[in-house]
């Protein structure tokens, strides 16, 4: 949520000042509160804002049940500032409301000389609309260093997202460390040279990439998330994709040939053997990351997973009589379940993309409606929990425009104005299938993202729209939402995000050259149809595969 909304806020008369008299007081349950502000706030203001009991001038954080999960209240007068949350969550929202009421120069890490920190005296009371807020980040395509995601990580935290997907495997590099299988970092976190630009025609690039998580590195970016109370959600993709973790383990292949890690985009027909081995593989894998996520959800992927390999393979043709499986695709259904078994085992969710819909899905899997809604509407009609992500809605990495400037454009535009409208519920579901959308999240591809700066360009301001949309109740006018988007670049200038400006990309942002691929919205639409035609029509509002 962007402030000011005129829903939420009254403005009344006069300010309350910062100076050296203010203190912080804060509830016992919201000392860490207390202190992740203390230390926002410090950089710029120069202000030390020490803890205390009671204080006459005071900024006060407290705790109250009845307001609900995340929910706060954030009440300014001439006398001081209460920020009342319904839980930490809630008081850490309104500390970030805070930190907007103040001069944008907050947001910048040295001391800000000429400010008058003046905090305008309003009521605000705000509570999110959805559980899941969130951004995939694909760390896969091209590796973002770790000092970038916590990056990431506050930028989501000042929008007041709170699920960070971290896809960390694909065809194009392995970025966790697994200390039980290292060659997937040894030789999967790297590959000789990256396609440039989109498409079949595209050249290499003739530079290698790499780069990998360490076990320390992940329960940094952990943690760090969670002091922001954003949940970390990782995604090992299987049993497509896989093919930097055959590079690194050829026996995980069919037929077990050699491999590389691949080093185009698009989607790969290698994928992994459905051998017992290749099952007890994966559970190791998933043993450690299980360890160091503690989150309620594991991803597994289950995307874009070609049967050609399977197909023509005359051991795979075995296991499938052995296992009564008819069809290839089926084979895809039960490595998944296979994995689902023993996450499920350990307490945990599985979570993966609405390509798992064309098969049954394992009982309490939170489905990624990707292709459209269709996958949404699906899910959520048998009763499993929804996560909405269209592609055409809110696919970050998909062009900003139809300005010939844009770099390397990829199907439709996507503008800021199509984000805002983002609702992750189909208007088509009753009140009872809506309530198992769990929310939404935006996600960012970096095939064509090489560098931190980049997937500024790409998600800002875009992903403010999304987050706002996820964030709001009721209804949302972009005419109301743009102005204060535009008040809120200066925030995003003070902290040094390299966003997309309205005019269009600057000289620098531009990618000329290197070809993109960019799609009309019938083609688009056309082929989505065939992608989700095998998604099965529910027989009824739950056919068994509820949680």
């Not at 912080?24 to 502000?37: C, D, H, I, K, S």
């Amino acid at each position: 949520m962007l402030l000011p909304r005129p829903t939420s806020v009254r403005h009344d008369d006069g300010f309350f000042l910062l100076d050296d008299t203010t203190a912080l007081v804060a509830a016992a349950e919201a000392r860490p509160e207390a202190r992740w502000l203390q230390s926002a706030l410090r950089p710029a203001t120069g202000l030390d804002l020490p803890l205390a009991d009671r204080a006459e001038r005071a900024v006060e954080l407290r705790l109250d049940g009845t307001l609900g999960t995340e929910a706060y209240r954030l009440d300014v007068t001439p006398a001081g500032v209460v920020v009342t949350g319904g839980d930490r969550a809630g008081v850490f929202h309104g500390c970030q409301t805070l930190l907007q009421l103040l001069p944008a120069e907050v947001y910048r890490r040295g001391e800000a000389s000429g400010v008058r920190w003046a905090v305008p005296a309003v009521a605000v009371a705000d509570a999110p609309r959805f559980a899941w807020r969130g951004a995939m980040l694909d760390v896969a395509r091209h590796f973002m260093p770790k000092h970038d995601v916590l990056r990431f990580v506050d930028l989501m935290a000042m929008h007041r997202l709170n699920t960070l997907h971290l896809h960390l495997t694909d065809d194009q590099g392995w970025r966790v460390e697994i200390r039980r299988r290292p060659r997937l970092t040894e030789v999967g976190a790297g590959r000789r040279e990256s396609q440039r630009g989109a498409g079949p025609e595209a050249r290499g690039d003739g530079r290698p990439h790499g780069g990998f998580y360490t076990q320390d590195d992940i329960r940094e970016i952990v943690a760090y998330a969670a002091r922001r109370h954003i949940t970390v959600v990782p995604e090992i993709d299987v049993p497509g994709h896989s093919q930097a973790a055959i590079a690194a383990y050829p026996e995980l292949g069919v037929g077990g040939g050699p491999a590389e890690v691949w080093t185009r985009w698009g989607v790969n027909p290698r994928v992994l053997n459905m051998e017992e081995s290749t099952v007890d593989f994966y559970r190791d894998v998933l043993d450690e990351v299980m360890d160091l996520f503690p989150g309620a959800v594991i991803g597994v992927g289950g995307d874009e997973c070609p049967t050609t390999e399977w197909e023509k393979d005359p051991r795979t043709q075995e296991l499938m009589r052995e296992r009564g499986l008819r069809h290839a695709h089926e084979l895809r259904s039960w490595f998944v379940r296979r994995l689902g078994e023993h996450v499920s085992a350990r307490g945990r969710r599985l979570f993966g993309w609405d390509e798992l819909l064309e098969d049954e899905v394992p009982p309490g899997t939170v489905v990624a409606s990707w292709r459209g809604m269709t996958g949404a509407v699906t899910a959520a009609r048998r009763g499993l929990h929804v996560v909405s992500c269209p592609d055409d809605q809110v696919y970050l990495d998909y062009r900003q425009s139809e300005d010939p400037d844009e770099p390397i454009p990829v199907a439709v535009p996507i503008t800021v104005e199509k984000a805002y409208a983002f609702d992750p519920v189909p208007a088509v579901l009753t009140p009872d299938e809506a309530a198992h959308v769990l929310g939404g999240q935006a996600n960012i591809w970096t095939e064509h993202m090489d560098s931190p700066r980049t997937v500024d360009y790409f998600a800002f301001p875009r992903l403010c729209a999304v987050a706002e949309a996820l964030w709001s109740t009721g209804e949302r006018r972009y005419e109301e939402f743009r102005p204060r988007l535009e008040h809120h670049l200066a925030r995003l200038d003070a902290v040094g995000v390299e966003y997309r400006a309205a005019t269009g990309p600057r000289p620098w942002q531009t990618r000329p050259g290197v070809p993109g691929r960019p799609s009309s919205e019938a083609d688009r639409e056309a082929f989505i149809e065939q992608l989700v035609a095998g998604i099965k029509e529910p027989s009824g509002p739950s056919d068994g595969y509820g949680d």
